[in-house]
């Protein structure tokens, strides 16, 4: 047993807050409308929500409660439970895939920031797509200031960070996300209200079945994970820091509902205003930074619109960026028994390193690839596709076979305070450790062949 003291949220409405805003970020905001995007619209939203009910829900408790009951980081949870044994790999898969994630994350985040200077200038806000687009790859393949931003990107996120959990993440993130949800919300509407918006709605609604191949259902399966920050200890270590008596079915049911309900809404705020403009819905990851501005040029009050799009997108950045950093820094001071400030400052520089490379990988770095993939394109794929489902797989086989049924029961109970239908826990069992596997299995096989 560990003699240190343990940081921990200070109410409720905090664990709720910090997690929902580690599920929100550029997942949601910036990811999910190009996934949507360049996979087919409403059929892969289609996958997307049945993974998310089927798959995401049970994985998120299953995590809260290896988190709680052993009060440790995701490696060090692991360890207490099944020391010295093959289930150590989701400890370290959550140690590789949050520096992975972040040396892309912050690489986005640091576009955001610039965006937000950009917004500025009236002359950024223009009708001419061709002058967004050569604007948008001029800036990010140049090789100076995308890795100022991202270095800057990252010192904002590790500086909450190094604060702790009561005093950082939870303060910060009870006044953000109420905003970044206000602010969205006025975006939807103004997308919606656009002449031409109906074809946007039409093709996030209107599921043409046959555009699912093998590698649109991994696809979907990864942003799922991705956005519910899930398959990666993330939730492991925050479920760490929750309270004995909080209800982890309820927290978990909230925080899904809250980020699928953002994704849609982000989903509302692009997609029909890119159709309403005419614009290819399947330009991947420069769809937000090329169009939007485009869209904003086109809006009474463009520059207000634009300056608080990108402020939101980073809100939503920072308080999903100091949740991965937080598994890293968990692990440095609980395993490696580092002080706290020189934790951050450790990650910090790791990911500073790799996120420069992911950032020249744009531009000077671009002919530099790994199995075919520039390194922002690796850092992507390889944490997504592979690294997140592997890691949900993982976590579910181990609460299902690995735990003891009674401490399954004891931590969905919250120590027996919580009724739960005799019926509903085997059912929830079932899941766990059949259903579950088995579908995440089939997921992975079936883009293999
Ligand atoms: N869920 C975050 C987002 O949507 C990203 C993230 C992934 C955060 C994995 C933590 C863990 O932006």
């Known amino acids: 047993m560990s003699t240190i003291k343990r940081d921990g949220f200070g109410s409720r409405f905090g664990v709720l ?26 059929a892969f939203i289609f996958l997307y929500l049945f993974f998310v009910i089927l798959l995401c829900m049970p994985i998120m408790f299953s995590e809260f409660i290896i988190g709680r009951r052993t009060q440790s980081n995701a490696f060090g949870a692991i360890k207490k ?13 959550s140690v590789v895939a949050s520096i992975c994630i972040m040396s892309f994350y912050s690489v986005v985040g640091g576009w955001t920031l610039e965006y937000i200077f ?47 959990v009561k005093n950082g993440i939870e303060k910060y993130s009870k006044i953000l996300m109420p905003v970044l949800f206000f602010l969205v919300l006025l975006l939807a509407i103004r997308s919606l209200t656009l002449d031409g918006a109906g074809e946007g709605v039409k093709f996030l609604f209107h599921p043409d079945f046959s555009k699912i191949t093998g590698e649109t259902m991994l696809a979907a399966l990864g942003q799922a994970f991705f956005s519910l920050s899930l398959g990666m200890g993330c939730i492991i270590t925050y479920g760490s820091y929750v309270n004995k008596k909080e209800n982890l079915f309820k927290i978990s049911f909230m925080t899904v509902a809250a980020d699928t309900g953002f994704a849609i809404l982000a989903g509302l705020a692009v997609v029909p205003a890119v159709f309403a403009f005419g614009i290819a819905p399947g330009q991947g990851p420069s769809l937000v930074f090329i169009t939007l501005p485009q869209i904003f040029a086109q809006l009474p009050f463009g520059s207000v619109f634009a300056v608080g799009f990108f402020f939101i997108l980073l809100i939503a950045a920072v308080t999903s960026a100091i949740s991965l950093l937080e598994v890293v820094v968990a692990y440095f001071t609980e395993e490696l028994k580092m002080t706290r400030k020189v934790a951050v400052v450790v990650t910090f520089m790791i990911i500073g390193v790799l996120g420069t490379f992911s950032s020249l990988s744009q531009g000077s770095l671009s002919d530099v690839t790994i199995f075919g993939k520039n390194f922002f394109d690796l850092f992507d794929y390889t944490s997504s596709n592979i690294l997140l489902p592997v890691g949900g797989l993982l976590v579910v086989l181990f609460v299902g076979w ?48």
Not at 412 to 439: D, E, H, N, Y
């Open 402 to 449: 690995r735990m003891k049924r009674a401490d399954v029961l004891d931590e969905l109970t919250s120590g027996g305070t919580v009724a739960l239908r005799k019926s509903l826990f085997t059912g929830i069992m079932l899941v766990i450790k059949f259903l579950a596997p088995i579908a995440i299995s089939i997921v992975l096989i079936n883009s293999l062949i």
């Open 81 to 93: 439970i099944a020391p010295k044994s093959g289930w150590l790999s989701i400890g370290v898969i």
């Open 17 to 42: 807050v910090a997690v929902a805003g580690s599920a929100v970020g550029l997942g949601n905001l910036w990811r999910f409308p190009y996934m949507v995007g360049t996979n087919g619209g409403a």
């Open 118 to 164: 950009k917004s500025f200038s009236p002359s950024f806000l223009t009708s001419d797509s061709s002058a967004l687009s050569s604007q948008f790859s001029g800036f990010s393949q140049s090789s100076f200031m995308p890795v100022v931003m991202h270095l800057l990107f990252l010192a904002i996120s590790a500086l909450i960070v190094v604060a702790g």
